[in-house]
């Protein structure tokens, strides 16, 4: 066990000692000794990882979750979040919340909280930034009749944007030419997968230290709580980042504004997006301070809670999010049904010159799941498309 000093006295590692000790070690061993000084007990060092799937050999200058940050930021995944849907369909408008801004939100919420807490903000950063590279186009729209798609097909798998990530780093994000995942380290994975914000009553999140690689690869369905305090931090910065944005948007559309929120709501966290956030980020800090886990006050829960059930009812559930929902249904549908016909004949498919059929078939050649069915190819080729380039495709598909 590494003993980690409290003593006040003790200041960060002098620029000369660090000099002079890089050439005995390498930095990144400097570095972890460091996290080990002068983070909480309850962090996760960077030198106690559980590692990757794939065994490597470390970084010299990075720790290994300043690699898989790496790893995200230069993936064609990250890239296209910033055409994907948040909540409000039109990701070329700069005034719309993307899924690309909705992650960057997360990441610096949550590096927010776990500095406060003395936490790894490497493996916060890693984490957030990588929590949605699963999610289809269109939002949760999309996710869902994606889901659709594969029930009415029989098909035993059901698509959920959290096992879609851990999907898309474990196996189908490109890195160095080739499809082959990520290879991130179990830390990392296990966040991703275990991140989870749409589930509104969590006040109290204790990380399941002990979860093995079989409950992380079943963490979307069973809703499993992260294995570390900063994969819990990502998970309620999530609810964080979108419960006040979401409403920004809503007023641009003329849905619903601050205004509309009950007073009590507006008093408890605050008259805007800003407070709102500050008020819940003050209030974790307060209700998490020497504990192995990441807490809401009882107060600002039940508010958060009820913040979140306004924007459902007022929001999510509007009729102008209904009428885009059913385009989006249309095309996710459309799309589907376009691409699994054109795997009956593979041949064909292989000629074809129609563009989105020769893209999937492009797409199809550097696949890298051997084992997976029609319908996962699929899913997974959708999943993967900017709304852009799904509401082109399905335009070229359908065209009369």
Do not use: W
């Not at 909280?113 to 999309?142: K, M, R, V």
């Amino acid at each position: 066990m590494i003993q980690r000093s409290t003593k006040k006295e003790q200041q960060p590692y002098p620029a000369e000692a660090f000099n002079s000790a890089a050439s005995e070690a390498c930095i990144r061993e400097i570095k972890e000794e460091e996290e080990a000084r002068v983070l909480s007990p309850y962090a996760q060092l960077s030198s106690r990882s559980r590692g990757r799937l794939k065994k490597e050999k470390p970084c010299e200058i990075r720790s290994c979750y300043e690699r898989d940050i790496g790893r995200i930021l230069y993936s064609r995944e990250f890239r296209r979040l910033r055409q994907k849907t948040q909540v409000f369909f039109n990701p070329r408008n700069d005034h719309i919340c993307t899924r690309m801004e909705h992650v960057l939100y997360v990441s610096y919420i949550a590096k927010t909280i776990g500095s406060a807490l003395g936490l790894n903000t490497q493996l916060i950063e890693a984490i957030a930034l990588g929590h949605d590279l699963g999610h289809a186009p269109f939002g949760h729209s999309g996710e869902r009749e994606l889901n659709q798609c594969l029930i009415s097909h029989h098909y035993d798998r059901r698509f959920k944007h959290e096992a879609q990530s851990l999907r898309v780093v474990d196996i189908l994000a490109g890195r160095n030419g080739k499809n082959q995942g990520l290879n991130l380290s179990f830390e990392v994975r296990d966040g991703i997968v275990s991140h989870c914000g749409e589930k509104y009553r969590e006040n109290e999140l204790i990380p399941l230290r002990r979860k093995s690689e079989a409950e992380l690869q079943h963490s979307a369905e069973t809703h499993l709580l992260p294995a570390t305090l900063e994969g819990c931090v990502v998970r309620m910065a999530d609810k964080i980042a979108y419960v006040g944005r979401d409403i920004e948007d809503a007023a641009r559309s003329g849905l619903m504004s601050f205004e509309d929120l009950p007073r009590a709501i507006r008093s408890e966290l605050g008259r805007n997006n800003g407070e709102i956030v500050n008020s819940l980020v003050l209030d974790i800090v307060r209700s998490s301070r020497k504990k192995d886990a990441i807490c809401l006050s009882s107060e600002r829960a039940e508010s958060m809670e009820a913040l979140l059930n306004q924007n459902v009812s007022l929001i999510y559930q509007s009729a102008k999010i209904k009428r885009y929902e059913m385009l989006a249904k249309n095309m996710i549908q459309g799309l589907f049904e376009a691409y699994l016909q054109a795997l009956e004949d593979p041949e064909k498919l292989a000629r074809s010159q129609e563009e989105p059929l020769r893209h999937f078939a492009a797409y199809l050649e550097a696949y890298p799941d051997a084992e997976a069915g029609p319908e996962v190819k699929i899913c997974d080729y959708i999943a993967g498309m900017s709304d852009h380039f799904a509401t082109q495709s399905f335009n070229l598909l359908y065209q009369i």
